[in-house]
């Protein structure tokens, strides 16, 4: 008997049945083979990699940056890697942290402090201000705002001060850019980097570096480690 392919249903397991005929006629298919069973594979997740694992940035300068990180979430859109200046250290001291917190890498930089924090260039920071015309450095959470350019400094990134410590950064002219006095023939001839006015100045090859990697909306924290 030929059927048409319109004309078989499949009814059940293992059940031929013919539609749409007259003389419906069934047969039956042979029981399917019983499969052995298998466990289960586990699945397989890849746990974060650890934070800073040379162990660059002091710990709890690093615990502070991430808890801020949390508690400026409005303010600091971008989380993939966050600055952290650690002013305890001397000036010949590589001080400042880029952070990846995806990657979990670390690197350091050099950066100089301001002479009011500093009267004596003793190369460590001594006091901060928040104050117009302090020439001091400032303490807290600041935002990058953005590659710009000045006509004294040149390429630079601009700050915004999100704590009452340095909320009078943009006010202040308080950015990050490159100084002669930041290069390493500088360090190496006097043994600590210059004084700035209250910005975080660094070498030229440091901020060529940093300056598109900082860009705008990320987290720079000036603080004191323990």
Not at 11 to 16: K, N, T
Not at 62 to 71: F, K, V
């Amino acid at each position: 008997m030929l059927l048409s392919r319109r004309g078989l249903l499949v009814a059940g397991a293992g059940v031929v049945v013919t539609g749409c005929a007259s003389n419906a006629q069934m047969a039956e298919a042979p029981a399917p083979a019983q499969q052995a069973w298998a466990p289960a594979t586990p699945v397989q997740r890849t746990a974060a990699p650890p934070l800073d694992p040379r162990g660059l940035v002091p710990r709890d300068l690093r615990e502070q940056a991430l808890a801020a990180l949390d508690r400026h979430a409005w303010s600091i859109p971008n989380r993939d890697r966050i600055y952290i200046v650690n002013f305890t250290q001397h000036s010949a001291e590589p001080r400042l942290y880029e952070l990846d917190v995806i990657s979990g890498e670390a690197r350091m930089f050099h950066t100089a402090h301001g002479v009011g924090s500093d009267p004596f260039h003793s190369g460590y920071a001594h006091g901060f201000s928040n104050i117009v015309d302090s020439n001091a450095s400032s303490l807290g959470v600041y935002r990058t705002s953005g590659m710009g350019w000045g006509v004294r400094h040149g390429q630079n990134v601009l700050l915004d001060g999100l704590e009452e410590t340095n909320n009078a950064a943009r006010e202040r002219a308080i950015i990050v850019h490159a100084a002669d006095y930041c290069e390493p023939e500088w360090l190496a001839r006097e043994g600590k980097l210059g004084r700035s006015f209250g910005c975080f100045a660094t070498s030229f090859a440091t901020l060529d570096f940093l300056r598109p990697r900082m860009d705008e909306g990320r987290l720079l924290y000036a603080a004191r480690s323990i």
